[in-house]
């Protein structure tokens, strides 16, 4: 139950739409050193989750739950009861499961993988063979949680995972109508922050582990480590990156920010909160996003306003764009124009379009003057090459909300570099269709049959 004297602070949780899960995933403490800088964090971000109404029905949390990287077992040991007797006692004095992932921190050789085990005795130990209680799986009746080790002493450390046993587990509960993974490591680079083993996930691993997903209709893959809360979603499946639960120092400054995500997951899907220390929702997202009907599709005009198509500055409504025609033939690599927003005689503050020989679809945006733009990258058209690009413009999604729809109709992010997205886009004055600021200004040299736009209902 909620203390009453917090009653008056309470939080709305979200909550299912009939029968459904409502929980908490957060990560990246580095705790469990008393009156260090961290415990404060973790503490500011705990007292969110203590006012939420109701309370969650589980907690994931996705590592780093100690500062951990020592080579001394009882100093390692003693931060985890520092962290599970002290500062997330109130958990279990409110019967609150809380379910670990291993990580960089808590699980980096064979002696800290060990501990790990043996000071969490309540994870289930069906992992597969010498991967005992670091990874395993669950069930809470039609929600299956697989939790893998990313970082598997026995298949190289840091940055390997085990893909044939979770596909084994996978298949063995396709009775489960929702499934999410939990891991510690991301598999797509986030906010630019990329690095094979040391931040995402090896190429050995990340691919065949990526299909398991798709494969198996994983909806969610939840993780950490970057310090920053991202979602992108690839071939259907959301990564959604969650690492606010303490080390604040490291976070850059006035983008990211300590935080823990509500989450509830019913028959439609996947819908969260992002809270800060403040319990203010900074963040927020409904997944799968519903999509507009055939006949709310409405052709875009060759000049007009972003506002008459949806584009409002602060708006969170996702815009979808649709594109059908035939590439240019030459070999020209210059930009060809999709679409533009600018003010005139300024800068293009967004631009859709095609860019270098092999025509790569890229969205480009300068939310700031004076300073480089973000580029997102989508897939590329051969030279004369029919196309059919569908775009969603999603608010809500940060970075990873520039999405496109692939051949067998699933969602993906474009990759990007960006730290930000469309939240912080002021959009200009003018939209252009096949130029930017003129006629001759990067024109589309390619045959462009339809161009068109529909809301996402709400």
């Given at each position: 139950?909620?203390d009453?004297?917090?009653?008056h602070?309470?939080?709305?949780a979200l909550?299912a739409?009939?029968?459904?899960h409502?929980f908490?995933?957060y990560?990246d403490a580095?705790?469990?050193?008393?009156?260090?800088?961290h415990e404060a964090?973790?503490?500011?971000?705990n007292?969110?989750?203590?006012?939420?109404?109701?309370?969650?029905?589980?907690?994931?949390f996705?590592g780093?739950?100690?500062v951990g990287?020592?080579?001394?077992p009882d100093?390692?040991r003693?931060q985890w009861?520092?962290w599970?007797?002290?500062?997330?006692?109130?958990s279990?004095?409110?019967?609150?499961?809380v379910?670990?992932?291993?990580?960089?921190?808590t699980?980096?050789?064979?002696?800290?993988e060990?501990v790990?085990?043996?000071?969490?005795?309540?994870l289930p130990?069906?992992?597969p063979?010498g991967q005992e209680?670091?990874c395993y799986?669950?069930?809470?009746d039609?929600l299956?949680?697989?939790v893998v080790?990313?970082l598997?002493t026995?298949?190289?450390?840091?940055?390997?995972v085990?893909?044939?046993w979770?596909?084994?587990?996978l298949?063995?509960?396709?009775?489960?109508?929702?499934?999410i993974?939990?891991?510690h490591?991301?598999v797509?680079?986030?906010?630019?922050?990329?690095g094979?083993?040391?931040?995402?996930i090896?190429?050995?691993c990340?691919e065949?582990f990526?299909?398991v997903?798709v494969?198996a209709g994983?909806?969610?893959?939840?993780c950490?480590?970057?310090?920053?809360?991202d979602?992108?979603v690839?071939r259907g499946?959301?990564q959604v990156?969650?690492a606010g639960?303490?080390?604040g120092h490291?976070?850059?400054?006035?983008?990211?920010y300590?935080h823990a995500?509500q989450?509830v997951?019913?028959d439609?899907?996947l819908?969260?909160?992002?809270?800060?220390?403040k319990?203010?929702?900074?963040?927020?997202?409904s997944?799968p996003?519903?999509?507009p009907s055939a006949?709310?599709?409405r052709e875009?005009?060759a000049?007009?306003?972003?506002?008459d198509?949806g584009?409002?500055?602060?708006a969170?409504?996702?815009?979808?764009?649709?594109?059908v025609?035939?590439?240019s033939?030459d070999s020209?690599g210059?930009e060809q124009?999709?679409l533009?927003?600018?003010d005139?005689?300024?800068r293009?503050?967004f631009?859709?379009g095609?860019?270098?020989?092999?025509?790569?679809?890229?969205?480009i945006?300068a939310p700031?003057?004076?300073r480089?733009?973000?580029?997102s990258?989508?897939?590329?058209?051969?030279?004369g090459?029919a196309f059919?690009?569908?775009?969603?413009?999603?608010?809500?999604?940060?970075?990873?909300?520039f999405?496109?729809?692939d051949?067998?109709?699933r969602w993906?992010?474009m990759?990007?570099?960006?730290p930000?997205?469309?939240e912080?886009l002021?959009?200009p004055a003018?939209?252009?269709?096949?130029?930017?600021?003129g006629a001759?200004d990067?024109?589309?040299?390619g045959?462009?049959?339809?161009?068109?736009?529909?809301?996402c209902p709400?």
């Open positions: 139950m909620t009453s004297k917090n009653m602070d309470a939080i709305p909550t739409f009939g029968p459904g409502q908490v995933v990560g580095c705790s469990g050193v008393p009156g260090a800088p964090n973790l503490k500011a971000v007292a969110v989750i203590q006012r939420l109404v109701p309370q969650p029905e589980f907690m994931l996705a780093d739950e100690v990287y020592t080579q001394n100093e390692l003693a009861r520092y599970l007797d002290v500062e997330m006692r109130w279990a004095d409110r019967a609150i499961p379910w670990h992932a291993t990580s960089n921190h699980t980096y050789d064979r002696m800290s060990s790990f085990a043996a000071v969490l005795p309540h130990r069906n992992g063979p209680g670091l799986w669950l069930r809470r039609d299956l949680i697989v080790h990313t598997a026995s298949l190289g450390g840091e940055g390997f085990e893909t044939e979770l596909k084994a587990v298949a063995a509960n396709t009775s489960a109508r929702h499934k993974v939990l891991g490591h991301p797509f680079s986030v906010n630019g922050f990329s094979a083993y040391g931040r995402d090896g190429p050995e990340a065949a990526w299909d997903l494969e994983v909806l969610a893959y939840f950490s480590h970057i310090l920053a809360f979602v992108q690839h499946v959301l990156c969650t639960a303490g080390t490291r976070m850059p400054e006035g983008i990211e300590l995500v989450a997951i019913d439609r899907g819908r969260y909160q992002v809270l800060d220390t319990g203010t929702a900074r963040e927020g997202l997944w996003t519903p999509m006949g709310s599709w875009l005009p000049r007009g306003h972003p506002a198509l584009f409002e500055n602060g969170r409504r996702p815009v979808l764009l649709r594109f025609g035939t590439a033939s020209n210059s124009t999709l533009a927003a600018f005139e005689g300024r293009t503050r631009w859709i095609l860019r270098g020989a092999t025509q790569r679809l890229t969205v945006m700031e003057e004076g480089s733009p973000f580029y990258l989508g897939p590329t058209v051969s030279a090459g059919d690009f569908t775009i969603m413009l999603h608010p809500g999604m940060g970075p990873g909300g999405l496109v729809k051949g067998d109709g993906s992010s990759k990007s570099t960006s930000w997205g469309l912080r002021r959009w003018t939209l252009s269709l096949g130029f930017a600021q001759d990067r024109p589309f040299r045959r462009l049959d339809r161009a068109a736009f529909a809301f709400e």
